[in-house]
């Protein structure tokens, strides 16, 4: 059973460039996941995306 499911996301600020290009996550139930990355690569938007 999918517990979280992010399919071709996409978020925009107020440029014309993407912030998040196509992201696809999926996450089942009782699974932990990390995001890692560099500074300004997407993650606080990634969860912003998800907390909605």
């Given at each position: 059973m999918m517990y979280l499911k992010l399919d071709?996301?996409?978020?925009?600020?107020?440029?014309?460039?993407?912030?998040?290009?196509?992201?696809n996550l999926e996450v089942e139930k009782g699974e932990l996941i990390v995001l890692l990355g560099a500074?300004?690569?997407?993650?606080?938007t990634t969860l912003k995306v998800i907390a909605g």
């Open positions: 071709d996301i996409w978020v925009y600020y107020s440029r014309n460039e993407p912030v998040l290009k196509g992201l500074s300004g690569c997407g993650k606080t």
